[in-house]
């Protein structure tokens, strides 16, 4: 049985540490469930990173911040930290490009049989894959060839199908080329607990909370209203015009 699978249900909880000066963050602390998505806002150099690696790290008052990270209330152990194979987070980072020289299908086989899961979950990978890419994934392309946008719709896929890891974290996804809310959909309704940093308003919006970085440290955590749900809709629709704008002109088609 996976470490993922023994440890549910779970919960995220971030302990505040210090900021840039060394004052205590303003939030202390901040639990977080299966199937929420957190967004991390504020300008460049505001910490978001830190942040990020803090989570990935399990941090336990042991990095810059002084944050500490609980899984189910507790420390983590210490095999999660130091053991890739217990490793509970999966990270997608601004830029992911494959090395490994084989098929996409090559692959996700691979990654499934390592888990200990059916080789057939590929097929739905793939196909999930090709609902969040405008570019499509062919199960025979090689890896090295696929673009950054269908790297990423890629991994969101296998890692809501065949990856065990229920804490997923992504740096700005909105620079991806992918359907980035069908992406964070997909990904907390598979009970993953989703952390993303991001500039882009409708995911901020779309997120259940969002951390305020400044300077380095975690400054306030604002819940989102019924107000600014209404306005996520809005900025929704808006998206979705300008997503079917971008795939005519990539088309190679007339603007009407």
């Known amino acids: 049985m996976s470490q993922a699978i023994e440890i549910m249900p779970l919960t995220l909880t971030i302990q505040g540490g210090v900021d840039k000066d060394g004052h205590s963050d303003a939030v202390s602390e901040i639990e977080i469930a299966r199937g ?21 790290q399990f941090a336990l008052g042991d990095t810059p911040s002084g944050r500490r990270i609980l899984i189910n209330g507790l420390e983590p152990a210490g095999e999660m930290r130091s053991n890739p194979r217990k490793k509970l987070v999966a990270q ?13 299908e090559e692959f996700l086989k691979m990654h499934a049989k390592s888990r200990g899961k059916d080789p057939g979950l590929a097929d739905k990978v793939i196909a999930l894959a090709n609902t969040l890419t405008g570019e499509p994934v062919n199960p025979a392309f090689q890896l090295t060839i696929l673009s950054g946008g269908q790297s990423r ?32 959909r997909l990904l907390a309704g598979e009970g993953k607990i989703v952390v993303v940093v991001t ?7 779309m997120a259940s909370r969002r951390i305020v970085m400044k300077n380095g440290g975690m400054t306030k955590v604002i819940s989102t209203n019924e107000d600014e749900q209404r306005v996520f809709k809005d900025v929704e629709r808006m998206d979705g015009w300008l997503t079917s704008l971008r795939e005519t002109i990539r088309q190679g088609e007339v603007v009407a």
């Open 92 to 104: 997608l980072s601004q830029n992911m490009h494959f090395l490994a020289d084989m098929s996409v």
């Open 36 to 56: 929420e998505i957190i967004g991390i806002v504020g300008p460049t150099g505001s910490g978001k990173s830190t942040l990020i690696a803090d989570i990935e």
């Open 153 to 184: 719709a890629l991994m969101v896929a296998d890692i809501a199908v065949i990856s065990d890891s229920p804490i997923v974290l992504i740096d700005e996804i909105e620079n991806a080329g992918i359907k980035k809310q069908e992406a964070l």
């Open 199 to 205: 500039h882009d308003p409708m995911l901020a919006l």
